[in-house]
């Protein structure tokens, strides 16, 4: 995925669960407790954006043993992270002086 | 341990095999391997499972150890290949495999371009095989000349051995069909993955559709290759038991009759007889003797041919008319001789005249050298030999 399009909520969780390092199954409850229990990641979807996010450069194996690899995010993939968060930021308060809350 | 086979759901049907897989398991049957034509199902308790099929990155080759290591480490376990897919298992309960939305679809994009590849490619095929038919059809056609498409075709069909060409057709065809509702059911998938809302056939309707579909195509198929077997073109010589028929196909119908059965003199001229194949029994077996006023055989040639498949004998006697003859036989309008369907005379040249006439299933063409004055008496001859061989049954 292009760094200047929106990333899908899926993404945007997994890159903030990687800002500690973890593997798999870690990054799923890291995942579900970051977003406060809503969103929860199936292993296909963690396993196939994790795959994609490597081949991306925005993440980079940290460590591997027998059984499991550890992920962390690269300066690419924090860069990628930064711009959305303030993207998403952007649009918070876009809406904010928009007194959408009021609505 | 006992196994049970199903017919295989189509690959591309995701939700309807994940649907029946679980609906087996309730059952006690458990999904072990997907053939092409059969699932093999295990034998053992019911269960509560739910099964999910996991785009394959490509196709026919196995999950990698990683992911299924990590699969299995969140309850996922992996059953077998599945087309296009993986197909995996957990306990009911368990999270979903797929869980975003957008993701999942992204990961079907590549099956849905395969499908796509293999509608094209079909459509491809078909429209490249009808071309090569009927530019065969149309080349065949010109070196008859004077023959049109409508009168030759029964001839065409046998000339071209049309059996082979139409069921390869008739495949490709099927093949087009398939790929084309697969591309349909996969778009209509990949909607409802995007979260459109879409109406789907319940399981026991789309079992229904499919196995009815396969039947009816089975029947079709089947009817097909009766009929084009039926349909195939076979002459016998005249006088021989159907035991000892010798059949040829009217692809060997040349002009120069070397194949028919029959005689054919080549002229008064020469004074040569050529006996072709198996002597013509027709006129000399019934003593049947045409003979001018010097008792010189007067025919430039002859053919015959009797009919053993569901052809239409006065198409083909109209074909053997303008094919064989050299100048333009037309039908003869008058009452016919008594057991003649059909006659084609050309009695226009002052040296030539040309006779075919079609009894029952049995046809023949006589080029009688003589003027426009015996033309009434060659009919007569020939129609008494023609019907005297159908009354002798032989």
């Given amino acids: ?103 | 341990m006992k196994h049970v086979y199903r017919f295989s759901l189509p690959g591309w049907a995701v939700p309807q095999q994940e649907e029946f897989y679980a609906l087996m398991a309730r059952r006690g049957l458990f999904v072990e391997k997907r053939g092409f034509l059969l699932t093999r199902f295990s034998k053992g308790d019911p269960a509560e499972l739910l099964y999910r099929l996991d785009a394959a990155p490509s196709r026919g080759q196995p999950p990698e150890e990683e992911r299924l290591q990590f699969y299995e480490s969140c309850g996922w376990h992996f059953v077998c290949k599945a087309d296009y897919f993986h197909l995996y298992c957990a306990e009911k309960g368990a999270g979903e495999l797929h869980t975003d939305a957008a993701w999942q679809n992204e990961t079907l994009l590549p099956v849905r371009k395969s499908l796509r590849d293999e509608l094209i490619g079909a459509g491809v095929q078909v429209v490249f095989w009808l071309l090569l038919f009927f530019l065969n059809f149309w080349v065949n056609g010109g070196i008859r000349g004077d023959l049109t498409v409508s009168e030759t075709t029964v001839l065409f069909l046998a000339q071209c051995g049309f059996v082979l060409p139409a069921l390869l057709i008739l495949l490709i065809l099927l093949k087009l069909f398939t790929s084309a509702l697969a591309m349909h059911g996969f778009a209509n998938y990949l909607r409802s993955v995007r979260g459109e809302k879409i109406t789907r056939l319940s399981l026991r309707g789309f079992l229904f559709c499919e196995y009815g579909t396969a039947m009816f195509y089975a029947a079709v198929f089947l009817t097909l290759i009766c009929t084009l077997i039926l349909l195939t073109p076979r002459t016998v010589p005249m006088g021989q038991e159907p035991s000892s028929q010798v059949l040829l196909r009217l692809e060997q119908l040349e002009p120069n009759a070397t194949v028919l059965q029959g005689t054919g003199s080549l002229g008064q001229e020469s004074g040569q007889t050529e006996v072709v194949d198996v002597p013509l029994a027709s006129l000399q077996l019934h003593n049947l003797q045409l003979s001018d006023t010097n008792g010189n055989t007067p025919w430039l040639d002859q053919h015959y041919i009797q009919l053993s498949g569901p052809l239409d004998p006065v198409l083909v006697a109209q074909s053997m008319a303008k094919y064989l003859s050299l100048g333009d036989p037309l039908p003869v309008k008058e009452p016919l001789p008594a057991g003649i369907d059909c006659a084609f005379l050309d009695d226009s040249r002052t040296d030539l005249i040309e006779v075919c006439l079609a009894s029952g299933n049995r046809i023949l063409h006589i080029q009688y050298l003589g003027s426009a004055s015996d033309a009434q008496t060659v009919m007569a001859l020939a129609s008494q030999a023609l019907t005297e061989n159908s009354k002798s049954g032989v």
């Fill in chain 1, 1 to 103: 995925m292009a760094q200047n399009t929106p990333m899908t909520e899926a993404m945007y969780y997994l890159l903030l669960a990687l800002t500690r390092p973890a593997h798999g199954y870690r990054l799923m409850q890291q995942v579900n407790e970051a977003s406060g229990g809503r969103v929860s990641m199936g292993p296909g979807t963690l396993y196939g954006l994790l795959s994609k996010m490597e081949k991306d450069g925005m993440i980079q194996l940290q460590q591997q043993d027998e059984r499991r690899k550890t992920y962390a995010l690269t300066p690419l993939g924090r860069n990628v992270l930064k711009q959305e968060f303030e993207r998403l930021q952007m649009l918070v308060n876009d809406g904010k002086k928009a007194q959408v809350e009021q609505l």
